[in-house]
């Protein structure tokens, strides 16, 4: 039985597999319309999160199964002190598998560990959002036909953005990858990011103004700065605003780049971009809910023939 | 210089930094078992200024050692046999270590999950980095002492 805690888990050779199978899933989705028939996806949800959450149950819908869970601590057992070890082990006996989503970092991994299903890691705290990346790869797959050869600039809140440390940690494995970080000094990528990339000799720049870089650009993976990973309200003002894409950065840009975010957005991204075919992160949360789909059946160990 | 008797077999943990003798005393859970121990402070060091010695008169199969690398790998560990030195013994990194050290990070699950272990994992051997296997938190001697 497997589990998926980090974007890590898999082999790139098996993240292949599981991107075929999404963009499979993708062109023939009555395919796979009964696939899960008779299974059940336990969402367990511990911090609310409008969209992963409702992407998982679109998933395992999609694929014919059932949905249960709960969608906040204070509606589960913990709000009567029960421990995720605890709880795991009674929803092993209710759903055939589970995607957990914690406030504490590597409490997923102490339900993998308990339970008798496999478990997804749908977010713990600021450390891992897996399946986020997975879908951040199946975008660039699909609309780019690689994984490798790219100028990728992460632009935002690069200190705190789980997404975009694992997406990083991924994005390593592949050939030709040039990182460009843009972020305001408050908010750099952390020196263990820094340190793995120069132990590899993955070459990397970090600049602090986005219109400098716009022309060098494969990718442009955007970030919200999150008001909830910081302890004083004044710096959250001061940075939230920092960066705006907007249409005249976007002339800056080469004509093929792709603007990518994890959603939801705030203000990191002018509406008047949203219409650009660049603009990629609408499909992204599409893909977003075939990637899930691939997963569930991955981990499932379901064919579809 | 003070002088402390010979031990006939054991242990004499040589280089320990000055002042962490009580640490391993704890870490190796002497105070829960029947050796006769020496701790010495502050004894003088060509190579360190000051350094602590512990003495443990034990089996020398009876305690395991590698722990202490996690705490300070530069410790010399001298195994003593019949009153003389047989041996040095170089201690390794284990691979993973169990409620040795803790985590302190707030947002781990180990702050708040019942009876869950605090295991760390050699994360980077050349560099001695071991990580908190739950949330990857990197351990330091430093969040130790808070």
Do not use: W
Not at chain 1, 91 to 109: L, N, Q, T, V, W
Not at chain 1, 113 to 132: F, L, M, S
Not at chain 1, 179 to 191: A, G, H
Not at chain 2, 19 to 32: I, M, N, P, T, V
């Amino acid at each position: 039985m497997r589990h998926l805690m980090s974007p890590l888990d898999f082999t790139t050779e098996e993240l292949e597999k599981l991107f075929d199978l999404a963009n499979d899933i993708e062109r023939h989705p009555a395919k796979y319309a009964h696939a899960c028939e008779g299974k059940i996806l336990a969402t367990c949800f511990y911090e609310p999160s409008t969209r992963t959450r409702l992407s998982f149950e679109s998933a395992m819908t999609r694929l014919g199964g059932r949905v249960i869970g709960f969608s906040d601590a204070a509606s589960s057992s913990a709000s009567k002190g029960e421990s995720v070890s605890d709880t795991i082990r009674v929803i092993s006996c209710y759903a055939d598998i589970c995607a957990m989503r914690h406030f504490k970092e590597g409490a997923p991994m102490v339900a993998a560990e308990k339970a008798g299903i496999p478990v997804i890691n749908a977010g713990d705290g600021g450390h891992q959002h897996p399946t986020q990346t997975l879908t951040d790869l199946l975008t660039i797959r699909t609309m780019k036909g690689r994984l490798s050869d790219f100028t990728v600039g992460l632009c935002g809140d690069l200190k705190f953005g789980r997404t975009v440390h694992s997406l990083i940690n991924a994005l390593v494995r592949y050939e030709g990858i040039h990182f460009i970080f843009i972020s305001p000094e408050e908010l750099r990528v952390p020196d263990y990011i820094t340190e793995m990339l120069r132990s590899k000799n993955i070459p990397y720049e970090e600049v602090i103004r986005l219109e400098d870089v716009m022309p060098k650009l494969d990718l442009l993976y955007m970030t919200r700065v999150q008001r909830e990973r910081f302890f004083n309200e004044e710096d959250y003002i001061r940075l939230k605003d920092f960066y705006i894409l907007d249409r005249y950065k976007m002339t800056l840009a080469k004509k093929d780049m792709l603007v990518l975010h994890p959603l939801p957005r705030v203000n990191e991204i002018s509406v008047e971009v949203d219409n650009d075919p660049r603009a990629a992160y609408f499909k992204q949360a599409q893909y977003g809910v075939y990637v899930r789909m691939a997963l569930i059946l991955t981990l499932l160990e379901i064919t579809v023939e | 210089m003070l002088n402390v008797g010979k031990i006939e077999e054991g242990y004499v943990l040589d280089h320990i930094k000055a002042g962490k003798s009580f640490a391993l005393y704890e870490h190796l859970q002497l105070d829960k078992l029947d050796y006769p121990v020496a701790i010495i402070k502050n004894a003088k060091s060509n190579k360190m200024g000051k350094k602590d010695i512990l003495k443990i008169e034990c089996d020398i199969n009876s305690l395991d050692l590698d722990v202490l690398a996690v705490i300070d790998h530069n410790i010399t560990v001298n195994i003593i046999k019949d009153g003389v030195i047989v041996d040095k013994k170089e201690l390794t990194l284990p691979k993973q270590i169990r409620n040795v050290i803790h985590c302190h990070n707030p947002r781990c699950i180990t702050s708040i999950e019942q009876e869950l272990p605090h295991i760390f994992v050699l994360a980077d051997e050349e560099k001695q980095i071991y990580r908190c296997k739950y949330c990857e938190e990197k351990y330091s001697e430093s969040s130790q002492r808070k």
